[in-house]
């Protein structure tokens, strides 16, 4: 579990660190607006942020009293659609 919370940790820093760069230039506002409206923004660089720190969070809470193997496999596969659209790919 710790290890798998200091790797979200270091993309999250990776991703403060490109923050201001190409597609993730729109990340910020597009965050405030899904934490005002709760509402999944159009853009897929957000989307795909939002549901990996979801999934994130889902498999922290599983870890303590779920199904933990399945919030890794949802959390896996976010991660991939958040490195495919960091290449530029669409989901």
Do not use: C
Request: no cysteine; aromatic share 4%.
């Amino acid at each position: 579990m710790r290890g798998q919370l200091r790797q979200i940790e270091q993309r999250l820093r990776r991703v403060r660190q490109q923050i201001g760069r190409g597609k993730l230039a729109r990340l910020p506002e597009a965050l405030r607006q899904y934490a005002a409206t709760g509402q999944v923004p159009d853009d897929p660089t957000a989307a795909a942020f939002i549901r990996l720190n979801q999934s994130a969070l889902d498999a922290m809470n599983a870890s303590v009293g779920g199904d933990h193997a399945a919030a890794v496999e949802a959390y896996q596969a976010a991660l991939s659609d958040w490195q495919q659209v960091l290449k530029g790919g669409v989901l």
